[in-house]
């Protein structure tokens, strides 16, 4: 029973975190590292999430490692990390419509206090990660080698794997092959001289 309980809480909790992730990927947030979060719960129940939480691990590393290329790359990122919270600041303050506001006060910083938080938690997020890629990708061109490392090893595996697949599959035609034979008393068709 517990055991079930554990495997149901991961796989809600994976199934979250990845629909928050996707969302995040066209929405303010950790768009990548949610997903890649997401995929990593569900892969201890799921082999698509197994065969997907590689790619988006690369994907995610890259992306953090680009973002962090060049100084100029960093001041932008801080720049727009900051500019999110001042949005969710003002956003949680939740001050009256201006008086240019050409909507219904209803539509001016509309969600609330729900949507100031989820902008503040994602930029504190957003800062913790560029913390993050700048002390493990600047000026680290080894950092970066090693995602290509990492890639090069996932893509291996996926060539070997599709092999596997592939060879059984072959045996599996043998197989009826040669028993449609025996069944029909006719030659095996599945080999050829």
């Given at each position: 029973m517990h055991r079930a309980a554990k495997r149901i809480a991961l796989e809600t909790l994976g199934w979250v975190v990845l629909v928050i992730g996707v969302l995040a990927l066209f929405l303010p947030g950790p768009g990548l590292l949610l997903t890649f979060a997401g995929l990593a719960l569900l892969s201890t129940q799921y082999s698509w999430a197994?065969?997907?939480?590689?790619?988006?691990?690369?994907?995610?590393l890259r992306s953090a490692a680009q973002g962090v290329q060049t100084v100029p790359r960093i001041l932008l990122s801080s720049l727009i990390t900051l500019v999110l919270v001042g949005i969710g600041v003002v956003w949680l303050?939740?001050?009256?419509?201006?008086?240019?506001?050409?909507?219904?006060?209803?539509?001016?910083l509309f969600g609330g206090?729900?949507?100031?938080?989820?902008?503040?938690?994602?930029?504190?997020?957003?800062?913790?990660?560029?913390?993050?890629?700048?002390?493990?990708?600047?000026?680290?061109?080894?950092?970066?080698?090693?995602?290509?490392?990492?890639?090069?090893?996932?893509?291996?595996?996926?060539?070997?794997?599709?092999?596997?697949?592939?060879?059984?599959?072959?045996?599996?035609?043998?197989?009826?092959?040669?028993?449609?034979?025996?069944?029909?008393?006719r030659p095996d068709a599945g080999t050829r001289h």
């Open positions: 197994r065969r997907w939480t590689n790619p988006v691990k690369i994907r995610a303050v939740s001050p009256p419509p201006p008086s240019w506001w050409p909507l219904r006060d209803e539509w001016w206090p729900g949507v100031a938080i989820t902008m503040l938690v994602s930029s504190a997020i957003a800062i913790a990660l560029l913390g993050y890629s700048v002390k493990r990708f600047y000026n680290k061109p080894e950092a970066r080698a090693e995602i290509d490392r990492i890639e090069a090893e996932h893509k291996a595996e996926v060539a070997r794997e599709r092999r596997q697949e592939a060879e059984q599959e072959e045996h599996k035609r043998s197989a009826k092959a040669s028993a449609d034979a025996e069944r029909t008393g």
